[in-house]
């Protein structure tokens, strides 16, 4: 499985992907103007010329950053597909000098297979949720935080 950073023709599979989703209430939707301005967060997996998951990693503080959008077709799902995501998603982490990572997800056993402990959603900072306004859940939400601590590749960078 080959994890490749998204590229701006890859947008409208991403934004197709995330919003399917979305409309089942798996996910936050993305507008397709978000994903352009973010398209550097973005990892993607394609069979050919297809998008078959996508995940993102948002930098939230020097050393936070979460993992979100993360999305498999429902033909590709239990391939590893997920993993391959998210493995992509910590490894860019660690080399950015990040010490932590976060998820907010209704499929909390598989970050946790992924070695995230769930953790209390008050332990994240108040700049987490500022998207949660956005949510058609909100102020009610139904997802589980959790966090990973990771080492940085390198520890000697400034904190």
């Known amino acids: 499985m080959n994890v490749t950073k998204a590229r701006i023709g890859d947008v ?8 399917d989703f979305a409309n089942r209430g798996d996910m936050l939707p993305r507008a397709l103007s978000q994903i352009y301005e973010h398209l550097r967060d973005y990892f993607v997996i394609r069979d050919g010329e297809f998008v078959i998951g996508c995940a993102a990693l948002h930098v939230n503080w020097m050393d936070l950053a979460e993992i ?7 033909s590709k799902q239990h391939e590893g597909i997920g993993a391959s995501l998210v493995d992509a998603c910590l490894e860019e982490a660690r080399s950015l000098g990040l010490s932590r990572v976060y998820c907010l997800t209704r499929q909390p056993g598989f970050f946790e297979k992924q070695g995230f402990t769930q953790v209390e959603r008050s332990q994240l900072p108040h700049k987490v949720w500022a998207e949660c306004y956005y949510c ?11 966090m990973r601590e990771i080492a940085p590749l390198d520890a000697s960078l400034p904190k």
């Open 136 to 146: 058609p859940k909100f102020p009610d939400c139904d997802e589980f935080a959790l």
């Open 12 to 19: 409208p599979q991403i934004h197709k992907l995330i919003n």
């Open 68 to 74: 979100r959008s993360l999305a498999v077709d429902d």
